[in-house]
């Protein structure tokens, strides 16, 4: 058995710590996350996540819902009938 450290190598991609910021679809809906972690939709705010403070996300409207996506990844479901964000 190989352990870890005879397993690693470096990268060949050069590290960049300046990446572009992230590009949704044209016509996608695009908000800004506030300082405080929420989003204002529907006439109310929404707690989405303080790691996210300052960056956008994308929501996604489906009937009674809104999924919150950063980047690819669904952060947040807001369920718009009972008021309530699902985990």
Known sequence: MQTPASRWRRSAR??????????YQEGATVVKVSTSGQIWTERRRWNISYALAGQ?????????????????????ELDLANGAPQP
């Not at 050069?14 to 590009?23: E, K, L, R």
């Open 14 to 23: 050069a590290y960049n710590p300046h990446p572009a910021p992230w590009q």
């Open 56 to 76: 956008r996300v994308e929501m996604v409207r489906l009937q009674d819902r809104v999924l919150v996506y950063h980047c690819r990844t669904l952060i947040r």
